[in-house]
């Protein structure tokens, strides 16, 4: 049966990145199925809320959902597609190949994947007044004050729990393991802040050392997140895969992103035990929306990484190394490249280049 994919474009200039993956990839001839859930804005325009039930439904038919960068009305839907859909494992490739963008004076073998936690730490939005924290009594041991007596001012609750934190280090184990096989040196980095924080990013940094013992073709190393992002700067090579809690990998993969290019090449995907969601790292870019110009590949990326989850190994490979290809070539780029050329320009490029 032919494979079913939920679209879902996002807003600004998110839609023309969006628009051209989804066309070079139909074009490959793969007997994709494509399908458009009213979500956002054009379903507001038709009376209906952001996220319609039929939308949901839409997502839950389909075999994986390809969404674009979003910052207004289709958040909703981005938050079933994490949330709801239990997606705990952000995969986040950072791949330096030639004529991409660098600032590094030489990115050869700059090669490594941050798989982030997705679901838990600050992102649990469990936020709110200092006043509330009164009934619990809290006594700082730093500042040796209650918490609610601190001054105006807010909190965040910070969740770390013992299952998220080993489904998604197994996870990454298990990533390290499948790239070892492939050729990577099968190198598993856990990073957290559990010096300062022993309760919390202590038991992600337990968890992790607990498992490395059923994987011990794996080399292990733990790093204290500031340290990591110290070597991370100085010698991405020497990193494989690195596994961190959500807000550190938010945070340090969209800056492991720069060390080859920038956002506009930084693809994601999202895992859950039944279901995945593809999309591009980077913004809407409303400053160039309508313009033609925004960069495709972090979604063309992002489509790679979705026809292999979808049994399409080959086919993600192929659109890779085309990609790869025009960057090469250095003929036809995006502004945030150095070229000029458009959108459908550089899709079309990359399509001539598959083979």
């Given at each position: 049966?032919?494979?079913?994919i939920?679209?879902?474009p996002?807003?600004?200039a998110?839609?023309e990145?969006?628009?051209?993956?989804?066309?070079?990839i139909?074009?490959?001839?793969?007997?994709?199925e494509?399908?458009?859930?009213?979500?956002?804005?054009?379903?507001?325009?038709k009376g209906?809320g952001?996220?319609?039930?039929e939308a949901k439904?839409?997502?839950?038919?389909a075999?994986a959902?390809?969404?674009g960068?979003?910052?207004?009305?289709?958040?909703?839907?981005?938050?079933y597609?994490?949330?709801?859909?239990?997606?705990?494992a952000?995969?986040?490739?950072?791949?330096?190949s030639?004529g991409?963008a660098?600032p590094?004076?030489d990115?050869?073998?700059?090669?490594f994947?941050?798989?982030?936690?997705n679901?838990e730490?600050?992102?649990?939005?469990?936020?709110?007044?200092?006043t509330?924290?009164?009934?619990?009594?809290?006594?700082?041991?730093t500042?040796?004050?209650?918490?609610?007596?601190?001054?105006?001012g807010?909190?965040?609750?910070?969740v770390i729990t013992?299952?998220?934190?080993?489904?998604v280090?197994?996870f990454?184990?298990?990533?390290?393991?499948?790239r070892k096989?492939?050729?990577?040196?099968g190198?598993?980095?856990?990073s957290?802040k559990?010096?300062?924080l022993?309760?919390t990013?202590g038991?992600f940094?337990?968890?992790?050392r607990?498992?490395?013992?059923?994987?011990?073709?794996?080399?292990?190393?733990?790093?204290?997140?500031d340290?990591?992002?110290?070597r991370?700067?100085?010698?991405p090579?020497?990193f494989?895969v690195i596994?961190?809690?959500?807000?550190y990998g938010d945070?340090?993969?969209?800056?492991a992103?720069?060390?080859?290019?920038?956002?506009?090449l930084?693809?994601?995907?999202?895992?859950?035990?039944?279901?995945?969601y593809f999309e591009?790292?980077?913004?809407t870019?409303p400053?160039?929306?309508?313009q033609?110009?925004?960069?495709?590949?972090?979604?063309?990326?992002?489509?790679a990484m979705?026809?292999?989850h979808?049994?399409?190994?080959?086919?993600?490979?192929?659109l890779?190394?085309?990609?790869?290809?025009?960057?090469?070539?250095?003929?036809?780029l995006?502004p945030?490249?150095?070229?000029?050329a458009?959108?459908?320009?550089f899709a079309d490029?990359v399509?001539?280049?598959l083979a």
């Amino acid at each position: 049966m032919a494979k079913r994919i939920a679209v879902i474009p996002g807003e600004d200039a998110a839609p023309e990145a969006m628009g051209a993956a989804v066309e070079l990839i139909d074009r490959m001839g793969l007997g994709l199925e494509w399908t458009y859930p009213l979500v956002g804005e054009p379903a507001r325009a038709k009376g209906l809320g952001p996220f319609p039930a039929e939308a949901k439904a839409e997502i839950d038919a389909a075999d994986a959902t390809f969404f674009g960068a979003t910052s207004g009305a289709s958040t909703r839907a981005l938050f079933y597609l994490r949330w709801g859909k239990q997606t705990y494992a952000n995969v986040r490739p950072t791949r330096w190949s030639p004529g991409f963008a660098t600032p590094l004076k030489d990115p050869t073998g700059v090669d490594f994947v941050i798989v982030r936690e997705n679901l838990e730490d600050s992102y649990v939005f469990l936020e709110g007044e200092l006043t509330d924290l009164e009934p619990l009594d809290l006594t700082s041991p730093t500042v040796r004050a209650k918490a609610h007596e601190l001054g105006p001012g807010r909190y965040a609750l910070k969740v770390i729990t013992e299952a998220g934190s080993e489904r998604v280090i197994r996870f990454a184990f298990e990533l390290a393991r499948r790239r070892k096989a492939a050729g990577h040196p099968g190198r598993l980095t856990a990073s957290a802040k559990w010096n300062m924080l022993p309760k919390t990013d202590g038991l992600f940094i337990e968890a992790a050392r607990r498992l490395a013992g059923d994987y011990p073709d794996i080399e292990f190393e733990t790093l204290i997140v500031d340290d990591f992002a110290h070597r991370l700067v100085l010698r991405p090579q020497r990193f494989d895969v690195i596994v961190l809690p959500n807000l550190y990998g938010d945070i340090l993969s969209d800056a492991a992103a720069g060390l080859a290019g920038g956002l506009g090449l930084a693809a994601s995907g999202c895992y859950g035990e039944k279901y995945a969601y593809f999309e591009s790292a980077h913004g809407t870019a409303p400053d160039i929306a309508g313009q033609g110009i925004i960069n495709p590949t972090a979604s063309l990326l992002a489509g790679a990484m979705m026809l292999e989850h979808l049994g399409l190994a080959n086919a993600g490979a192929r659109l890779r190394r085309a990609i790869e290809r025009v960057y090469a070539e250095g003929r036809v780029l995006t502004p945030d490249q150095g070229g000029s050329a458009s959108t459908r320009a550089f899709a079309d490029a990359v399509f001539s280049a598959l083979a």
